[in-house]
């Protein structure tokens, strides 16, 4: 069993910068591919970024290329996403992933364990 608790969500002003955490539970968690996730109002859910288990694998969202930059850390069992230069569109509640395979995939179906939520609003 896995679990994902994910922080630093929260209210920025567009243009500014978040750091949100997952910190997951495991002794395998270096074997896990991670991922993130939004879903905005009325909206589907949507891959944001996702990171293979060693790190050497990485995909993002078109819209957040260059702004956004996922990553991870073995030893600590965390996942980070790093979100600068935010815009309003941005705004949605952020879910990290884990996948319990190494290997890199984007569509949600393919990750086993989710976490709860942070939200991440983007005022204009």
């Known amino acids: 069993q896995v679990q994902l608790a994910e922080s630093g969500g929260g209210l920025v002003q567009a243009g500014g910068s978040l750091r949100l955490s997952c910190a997951a539970s495991?002794?395998?968690?270096?074997?896990?591919?991670m991922g993130w996730f939004r879903q905005a109002p009325g909206k589907e859910r949507e891959s944001v970024a996702a990171?293979?288990?060693?790190?050497?694998?990485?995909y993002y969202l078109d819209s957040v290329k260059g702004r956004f930059t996922i990553s991870r850390d073995n030893v600590q069992n965390m996942a980070f996403l790093q979100m600068n230069s935010l815009k309003p569109e941005d705004t949605a509640v952020y879910y990290c992933?884990?996948?319990?395979?190494?290997?890199?995939?984007?569509?949600?179906?393919?990750?086993?364990?989710w976490g709860q939520g942070t939200q991440v609003t983007v005022s204009s």
């Open positions: 990171i293979s288990w060693s790190g050497g694998n990485i």
């Open positions: 495991g002794r395998t968690f270096s074997n896990y591919a």
């Open positions: 992933a884990a996948r319990t395979q190494p290997g890199l995939r984007v569509a949600g179906s393919f990750y086993n364990y």
